[in-house]
Nanobody, 125 residues
Framework: QVHLVESGGGLVQAGGSLSLSCAAS????????MGWFRQAPGKEREFVAA????????RYADSVKGRFTISKDNAKNTEYLQMSSLKPEDTAVYYC??????????????????WGQGTQVTVSS
């Protein structure tokens, strides 16, 4: 089983930047991609970004393109989400996830079998 732990959440003013990390441990050799999702109070969980195991393929939600960057360091079993130009609507609990699907990483949460506990990101206006 893969265990994921997010870190780096916090409070930031609109227009600011914040970086999130997700450390993976356990049986990671069968993991092919990782992603980030977020959920605001009273709203459905939504896809944010995803990256393939090799890092050659990335996907972003339209709402974060140009502002967020996903990356990973396989040697450290860690995924990152660099966020800039943050907006109040980015406020949510951010979750790290891992998938065993080969190829282009999926955008549906049901395609990810492992999840972190979440980290709160709050953007003030």
């Amino acid at each position: 089983q893969v265990h994921l732990v997010e870190s780096g959440g916090g409070l930031v003013q609109a227009g600011g930047s914040l970086s999130l990390s997700c450390a993976a441990s356990g049986r990671t050799r069968s993991s092919y991609g990782m992603g980030w999702f977020r959920q605001a109070p009273g709203k459905e969980r939504e896809f944010v970004a995803a990256i393939s195991w090799t890092g050659r393929s990335t996907r972003y939600a339209d709402s974060v393109k140009g502002r967020f960057t996903i990356s990973k360091d396989n040697a450290k079993n860690t995924e990152y989400l660099q966020m800039s130009s943050l907006k109040p609507e980015d406020t949510a609990v951010y979750y790290c996830a891992a998938t065993t699907i080969v190829g282009l990483p999926p955008t549906r949460g049901t395609d990810y079998g492992y999840w972190g506990q979440g980290t709160q990101v709050t953007v003030s206006s």
